[in-house]
C-alpha cells in the first residue's frame, strides 16, 4: 500500500512540474522589479495595495513586471524617508522606483533631475485629462517632475428642493441653485 502511495505522489509531482514549468520553456529575461512607497492604507488594509496585487498576477505577470510595495505609511514618514534616501543618509534605503508624497518632498530633493519626466511618457492628449492646475503644480525646471494622480477638489452639493423653500420663506431675490455659484451665498 505504500509503495502505490508513493507512487501515486511521484506521478503527481512528475505531472505538476511538467505543467507548471511550461514544459521546459524558460523565461529569456529576469523579471523588472518597481519598488513603490506610498501613504494609502498604513493603518488598514490598502486598497492600492490590492491592486497592485492584481497587477502583478495579471498584467505584470504577463508583462514580466513586479511591483512591490516597499512602504506603506503617513505622509510625514514618506517626506522623511524619500529625502534621507535622496541625500544618501548613513542607513537610510535606497530611493524607491516610485513614491506618492506632496509636492515639498519633491522640492527638498538635492537633485529632482533623478525624476522622470512625464512628459516623455504621456501625449497631450492624455495630460488633457488632468485639471490643468494639479499639473502645473507638478512642473519644476520645465520638467513634469510629480503626476497630480493624489489631488482633490472641493465640492458642495446643495439640496435644491430645500434651498427653494429656504429662499422663498427668507424672501432672496435672485437666489437660486440654478445660478453658477462661484462665490459664496449671501442670504
Known sequence: MRSVMKRICLSLAVIAVLIFTGCGQKKTKDPITVTLWHVYGGQ???????LI??????IGKEENIWV?????????????????????????????DMFV???????????????VD??????KEELDGFIPAF????????????????????????NKTAFDRFAKAKRCQGYSVDNN???????
Open 101 to 115: 508624497s506632496y509636492p515639498k518632498t519633491v522640492l527638498a530633493m538635492p537633485d529632482d533631475t533623478v525624476l
Open 135 to 158: 499639473l502645473e503644480e507638478g512642473v519644476i525646471h520645465d520638467r513634469l517632475s510629480i503626476l497630480p494622480v493624489a489631488k482633490s477638489t472641493e465640492v458642495m452639493f446643495v
Open 68 to 96: 512591490q510595495v516597499g512602504s506603506v505609511t503617513n505622509t510625514n514618514t514618506i517626506h522623511e524617508n524619500v529625502l534621507a534616501s535622496a541625500f544618501g543618509d548613513p542607513g537610510a534605503s535606497e530611493l524607491p
Open 181 to 187: 455659484c462661484s462665490g459664496n451665498f449671501l442670504i
Open 118 to 123: 512625464y512628459y516623455d511618457y504621456f501625449t
Open 44 to 50: 488598514t488594509e490598502s486598497p492600492l495595495n490590492d
Open 53 to 58: 496585487d492584481q497587477f502583478n498576477e495579471t
